[in-house]
């Protein structure tokens, strides 16, 4: 190689997609989707409840 030609000093970026796949296990990402989804559904399920008992 010449001097002008030079090898890249650091590898391509990976997209998004890639990066947040390789970051964070998949069950973890579903099992904190489980939990989302169950928070909110208990804490519907509790805003209705009080909502009933205040009338």
């Known amino acids: 190689m010449s001097e002008h030609e ?3 000093a650091t590898a ?3 997209n ?3 990066t947040a ?3 964070f296990p998949r069950g973890l990402v579903v099992r904190l989707f489980a939990y989302l989804v169950a928070g909110h559904l208990v804490a519907g399920f509790l ?3 009080f909502e009933v008992g205040g009338k």
């Open 6 to 8: 030079s090898a890249p």
């Open 12 to 14: 391509p970026r990976k």
């Open 21 to 23: 796949q390789t970051k």
């Open 47 to 49: 805003y209705l409840l």
């Open 16 to 18: 998004i997609e890639e």
